[in-house]
Each structure stands twice: as C-alpha cells, then as structure tokens.
C-alpha cells in the first residue's frame, strides 16, 4: 500500500500515481521529460502522452494541486513536469503489524531504508520491501476435494473457486488440480451434516506434518465461514506479511449464495481464458438486470462479451465489453479481475496503451497466466520485444495448459 498523510487524513495512491511521485521526489526540482517519465515509471518504450497526463493529473487532484498555474508539479512547455516543492527524508521506527503504515521506501541503488518523504506538511509512504521480502512467493495447489455425495460437487466447485480467488495475491501463486513438488498442498474433504457440512482441510506445507484446518457452516453463512478460512490460510502460508489485509481474501461483495455459484464458475473461465460461458451468461445477465449487480458480475458480463467478439467479430459486443469493463472498474479499481476484464476489453478495441496499466496492476496484485499472456500480448503489439519476451516467459512459468487449449489466448495469436 502507497499512501499519502496529508493533515492526518490518509489517502490510497494506485501502483502508477506512487511510482511516478516517487520518480519526481527523486528528481525535485529537476524537470522530467515525459520520455524519461516513460522508461523510468512504466518501464517501457512507449505509452500515450495522455495516459501519462491522467497520472499527472490523478497526483495533482490527491496533492489539491488543480488549479492553473499548477504550484507543485508544474507542467514545463516542451519539456516535461518538475516538482516544485521541498522535500526531506526523515527515518521512521520498524513498521509494525498495528502500524498505519507499513512500507518501505527504496532509496538508491539496492539500499532499503525505513522512511518517509516530507512534502511541506505532506507525508509520503511509499516503501519497496526487502528484496528478500519481494522474491518470498509461496506456490499452492488446491486439490479436488474428497466428496461423501456427488450431489455436492457444485459446492465443492465454489469453495475452489473462492479459496483461488482469495488467496491469489501477490506473495501467492494458486494453482488448481497440478502436481508442482516444490509447492504447499492443500486437500480436503467434505461432507453432510443433517442440514449443514463439514469441510476438512490439510495444508501439507512440506515440512512432514500437514495442518489441518475445519470448519462447520450452512449456505445461509457460507460467506463468512470460508471467508474465515481463507483468512486462516493466508496466515499459515504466509505468516508474517505486514501487508495482509483480511478484506483481501473474502469475497464482500456477493451475500447471495445462488449468485456466487454462478459468478464463482464466471471466475474460474476467466483465470483459464475460457470461452465456456454460455451456460451462465444469462445468468450474470439476470443477476445484472434484477439489481444484484456487483463488480464482478460486470467484469464477467465484459469478459463473456470479449469471447463472444472473439469468437464471431461481432462490433457491438466489443463496444459490450468496454462498456461493462469500465462499469466494473468503477465500482472497484482495485480489483485483479475489474483490471483483467478492463485490459482485455481495451485490447479487443486496440487500444494497447491503455491496457497496459490496468493489466500491469492486476498481475501485480494477483499474478496469473491470463494476466501476462495479455500483457505479452500488449508489448508484442506496441513493438516493445523485451518486454514482450519477459511477459511471456512469466505466462509460461504460471500456465496450466498448452497454449491451443486456451480460447481466449489462442484467439490472440
């Protein structure tokens, strides 16, 4: 997290605005071409002026920078931008888990300092961890689980599928039904209990004793009993994030259990680049049409019109994922999957460019296949052969199947 404090009032900076602050603090005072800005903050070849002045401008509004002639990040005519402003570095203590802020701002070249920046009054968190810290990924399989009724293999389904989207993150590669020898495992069992179920779990975590973890609930607190346990997952695999936020690994924005078995399934098509999803999008529609319209009923409703052009080249249903794409982005930016939805819809639509943020934030935040294939896919059309060479060797690290057996990635070729 990325976070300005300014008269005690904290506010969240998005990847790119902390990026770039930290770009112009380390040169204040100095005016920053947009080339420069360009290389050194998105690390690449070419982005559009216009996305570059959004960030500006996003930075400008969160610093009440906004009225002309701009006083903090002065736009210098033919030159680029300049931060106009005293700054000082000051240390901090060790950030704590009860800690308002818990980051690590790197100073120099492969020197992790804890610190923060003074702008007049405002203060600036935005601290890379400890290299050590950023390379700690855990890789975890979730297993089918063992069923006493094939009756409950939808539900079995919807736990997967929640337990995969909520503890996919960034120091957490989830895979589903894969054999990796060198990641945590995670097995199950569940079972009925008059009106209710029981839900067995072992994280084999290699060490020679798995942990077991159990849970009893019924539909009606389906969402806070596995809530729970992802939330007890996340902290056996990865114990001591300072960053771990609970919200992170439960899903609140679905309370009806009907809807989540339909948006669970969406979600499992999407991180596979599916194009299975005849069978639910009249669901998600109805779902949309009856008020019970959430995110990620949208950046599904974007990615089945996404396939659905994919598959025939339909015009409208392009102009159909944009527009639900940036209807789910809205409602949460935060999101790996309203990020997904939204780059790849702004790919079918060839804007490039655009995508590129979008896509960068949810595979930093979420890493996954999908995520970087469309990330390979943007740099491959952009001409930018490094970056597209690195995307796609991530894609591979992280696919679960060959190539040909994904519509979505294959209908990209």
Not at 153 to 162: G, R
Request: one cysteine or more.
């Amino acid at each position: 997290m990325n976070q300005l404090l300014i008269h005690d009032v904290a506010i969240h900076l998005e990847p790119l605005q902390s990026r770039l602050l930290v770009h112009l603090i380390e040169h204040r005072a100095q005016v920053v071409s947009l080339e420069d800005i360009v290389q050194k903050v998105w690390q690449r070849s070419h982005v559009s002026d216009n996305l570059v002045r959004q960030v500006i401008s996003a930075l400008r509004g969160h610093l009440d920078d906004n009225a002309r002639p701009y006083h903090i990040i002065k736009t210098i005519p033919k030159q680029g931008y300049l931060l106009d402003i005293e700054v000082t570095q000051s240390k901090i203590g060790q950030p704590t888990l009860g800690a308002k802020i818990k980051q690590y701002w790197k100073w120099g070249a492969g020197v992790a300092l804890i610190g923060c920046a003074t702008l007049s009054g405002i203060h600036f968190f935005s601290h890379s961890a400890p290299s050590q810290r950023i390379n700690e990924v855990t890789k975890l399989v979730i297993h089918p689980f063992t069923l006493e009724s094939e009756q409950d293999s939808d539900l079995s389904d919807s736990i997967e599928n929640y337990l995969f989207y909520g503890l996919n993150s960034k120091g957490i590669d989830v895979y589903r039904h894969r054999l990796n020898s060198d990641a945590d495992q995670l097995r199950g069992s569940l079972t009925e209990q008059g009106n209710s179920y029981k839900l067995t779990l072992f994280l084999d975590e290699g060490e020679g004793q798995a942990i077991k973890l159990e849970k009893t609930f019924t539909l009606d607190d389906y969402f806070t009993a596995i809530g729970d346990l992802a939330t007890e997952l996340k902290t056996e695999i990865n114990h001591d994030d300072w960053q771990y936020q609970p919200s992170n690994h439960q899903v609140t924005s679905v309370n009806n259990f009907d809807d989540w078995q339909v948006i669970s399934e969406g979600i499992e098509s999407l991180y596979s680049g599916s194009d299975e999803l005849d069978s639910i999008t009249a669901e998600l529609d109805e779902i949309h049409q009856q008020g019970r319209d959430n995110y990620l009923v949208d950046a599904l409703l974007s990615y089945s019109s996404s396939v659905e052009y994919l598959k025939r080249q339909d015009e409208s249903t392009k102009a159909e994922a944009l527009m639900f794409a940036k209807e789910a982005f809205e409602q949460d930016p935060r999101c790996d999957i309203s990020n997904l939805s939204l780059g790849l819809a702004l790919i079918i639509n060839q804007q490039y460019d655009q995508a590129y943020p979008y896509l960068s934030y949810a595979v930093e935040t979420a890493p996954s296949a999908l995520g970087f294939y469309l990330l390979y896919k943007v740099d491959q059309k952009t001409q930018n052969d490094k970056g597209a060479d690195y995307y796609h060797k991530r894609f591979q690290s992280m696919a679960n199947k060959p190539l040909d057996g994904l519509f979505v990635l294959s209908a990209l070729k």
